[in-house]
């Protein structure tokens, strides 16, 4: 019983603790900073001008920060797009960076931004087949539909993890290949506040981990519902 609950303590600190520690690194240096140069916003366009991105624009959202690689934009949420903070900087440069992935025709963010639509309707769909999949099997008492179900039902999670696993990779390139050099380089930030940056461009590259186990544990779960029935 007890190591029972230790386990489940320790899976709930492995999904939730990555979520948890980057809105925790995000608010702490979300405070004002009046001798930075400008806001995430100003900085994000200036960088978009120096690096001569072409067509890339910048826009208020609320759908959380990120680069529409679509329709060439760099999206930063309010708080972060009028905020002088350290918070505001580094998400600014950290999104840039995708933008300057994309100039640079950057093999995983094309492929990524391929799979997106794909896997969103995969995973549409395999929610309701997967909900469908135990009635049906019991409704036609044959082993190869209920089989068949079951495995687009999952695909739907395997192919949410394929996404995740491409990922990763372009989120730390975009803060620490592209982001923290540049704010480096350009002296945006002072020596003295590098340290604080390295840890919000951490936690800018880690936002996907926690929804990435989230979806393991998903599937985990739902595979143990279906090979009970």
């Given at each position: 019983?007890?190591?029972?609950?230790?386990?489940?303590?320790?899976?709930?600190?492995?999904?939730?603790?990555?979520?948890?520690?980057?809105?925790?690194?995000?608010?702490r240096?979300?405070?004002?900073?009046?001798?930075?140069?400008?806001?995430?916003?100003?900085?994000?366009?200036?960088?978009?001008?120096?690096?001569?991105?072409?067509?890339?624009?910048?826009?208020?959202?609320?759908?959380?920060?990120?680069?529409?690689?679509?329709?060439?934009?760099?999206?930063?949420l309010?708080?972060?797009?009028?905020?002088?903070?350290?918070?505001?900087?580094?998400?600014?440069?950290?999104?840039?960076?995708?933008?300057?992935?994309d100039?640079?025709?950057?093999?995983?963010?094309?492929?990524?931004t391929?799979?997106?639509?794909?896997?969103?309707?995969?995973?549409?769909?395999?929610?309701?087949?997967?909900?469908?999949?135990?009635?049906?099997?019991?409704?036609?008492?044959?082993?190869?539909?209920?089989?068949?179900?079951?495995?687009?039902?999952?695909s739907?999670?395997?192919?949410?993890?394929?996404?995740?696993?491409?990922?990763?990779?372009?989120?730390?390139?975009?803060?620490?290949?592209?982001?923290?050099?540049?704010?480096?380089?350009?002296?945006?930030?002072?020596?003295?506040?590098?340290?604080?940056?390295?840890?919000?461009?951490?936690?800018?590259?880690?936002?996907?981990?926690?929804?990435?186990?989230?979806?393991?544990?998903?599937?985990?779960?739902?595979?143990?519902?279906?090979?009970?029935?």
């Amino acid at each position: 019983m007890v190591l029972a609950l230790v386990g489940a303590l320790l899976l709930l600190a492995l999904i939730f603790g990555p979520s948890l520690w980057v809105k925790m690194v995000m608010r702490r240096y979300s405070s004002e900073k009046p001798e930075m140069r400008g806001t995430g916003g100003e900085l994000a366009k200036h960088l978009i001008e120096r690096f001569s991105l072409k067509d890339v624009k910048v826009e208020v959202t609320e759908l959380g920060d990120h680069y529409d690689p679509i329709e060439k934009k760099v999206r930063l949420l309010r708080e972060h797009y009028e905020s002088k903070s350290l918070t505001a900087i580094a998400i600014a440069a950290h999104e840039v960076g995708h933008a300057i992935q994309d100039q640079q025709g950057d093999k995983r963010l094309a492929t990524r931004t391929k799979m997106v639509p794909v896997v969103d309707k995969i995973a549409r769909w395999s929610v309701v087949i997967i909900s469908l999949s135990p009635v049906i099997g019991i409704i036609t008492r044959h082993p190869i539909p209920f089989s068949l179900l079951l495995f687009l039902g999952l695909s739907g999670f395997i192919a949410r993890m394929m996404i995740h696993a491409v990922t990763l990779p372009i989120e730390f390139d975009a803060s620490f290949s592209k982001a923290l050099p540049l704010l480096r380089a350009g002296k945006y930030v002072s020596r003295s506040n590098e340290k604080a940056v390295s840890r919000i461009l951490s936690a800018a590259a880690l936002t996907y981990v926690s929804a990435a186990l989230a979806d393991i544990l998903n599937l985990g779960r739902w595979i143990l519902i279906l090979l009970r029935r």
